[in-house]
């Protein structure tokens, strides 16, 4: 689609241009993301989906934590979140354990087996990362980290 097409002025033509180009690139980042995530996901477990390697992820972070502050992280239902933390306990990747601070609650926090699994996947994340971002040098690295957050405060 042409700037003309969207009913674009010449005048914004080239940041229309622009932002096009952005929206293609983060398109093709998300889903090289979502690929990435299920393949490292597979490695943990074969039968682990992507969405709860997310979870996982997030209870390794902020571990020991509760369902509720996880599904406020992840901006997701408490329910559903509940049903990826049940995968997690089956497959023995995080424990269940009553709450000190209000007995009626329980927080989740990673086994050792789910601690090995954690560091195996920041050592697949490392290395995929790493390997891509060859070549670049650390004043790139330190501006790419910085239009990153810029984009994403933006977002927020």
């Given at each position: 689609?042409?700037?003309?097409?969207?009913?674009?002025?010449?005048?914004?033509?080239?940041?229309?241009?622009?932002?096009?180009?952005?929206?293609?690139?983060?398109?093709?980042?998300?889903?090289?993301?979502?690929?990435?995530?299920?393949?490292?996901?597979?490695?943990?477990?074969?039968?682990?989906?992507?969405?709860?390697?997310?979870?996982?992820?997030?209870?390794a972070e902020?571990?020991?934590?509760?369902?509720?502050?996880?599904?406020?992280?992840?901006?997701?239902?408490?329910?559903?979140?509940?049903?990826?933390?049940?995968?997690?306990?089956?497959?023995?990747?995080?424990?269940?354990?009553?709450?000190?601070?209000?007995?009626?609650s329980h927080?989740?926090?990673?086994?050792?087996?789910?601690?090995?699994?954690?560091?195996?996947?920041?050592?697949?994340?490392?290395?995929?990362?790493?390997?891509?971002?060859?070549?670049?040098?650390?004043?790139?690295?330190d501006a790419?980290?910085?239009?990153?957050?810029?984009?994403?405060?933006?977002?927020?």
């Amino acid at each position: 689609m042409t700037a003309t097409d969207a009913g674009i002025s010449p005048a914004d033509a080239l940041e229309f241009s622009a932002v096009r180009g952005i929206e293609y690139e983060l398109r093709t980042l998300v889903r090289r993301i979502r690929l990435s995530k299920a393949e490292v996901a597979r490695k943990i477990h074969e039968e682990m989906p992507p969405s709860t390697y997310t979870v996982f992820v997030v209870v390794a972070e902020h571990q020991p934590t509760r369902a509720g502050e996880i599904a406020e992280v992840l901006d997701m239902d408490k329910s559903v979140i509940s049903r990826h933390l049940a995968a997690l306990t089956e497959l023995g990747l995080i424990r269940r354990d009553c709450d000190p601070d209000d007995r009626r609650s329980h927080t989740v926090s990673l086994t050792e087996l789910g601690v090995g699994k954690v560091r195996e996947a920041i050592a697949m994340r490392w290395e995929d990362i790493s390997a891509r971002l060859e070549g670049w040098t650390r004043q790139d690295l330190d501006a790419f980290v910085a239009q990153l957050q810029r984009f994403n405060a933006a977002i927020e």
